[in-house]
């Protein structure tokens, strides 16, 4: 590995664009919509990746203490298949 195109990356100068340049997204347009929705997508979805996980963990942990003795282990049990029920009756 070497850090060298990253460096050369950072001190790079690449042409800039100024706002006189860019086209802007009309307002109710379906690029407006288009953008819009890409934006919830990314906000929601990556927020939702990170603490639906957590969450899981910390419930079974309150429920089950000896299934989940701390958080690593709670992730290591859910994704290794070793609890099979994890506070849901099915």
Known sequence: ??????F???FSNPPQKTMSQKKPIELFSSTYFAMCGIGGILSCGLTHTAVTPLDLVKCNAQTNAKAFPSFVQGFKNIYSGKVNNLGFSL
Do not use: E, R, V, W
């Open 1 to 6: 590995f070497s850090p060298l195109p990253f």
């Open 8 to 10: 050369l990356f950072l």
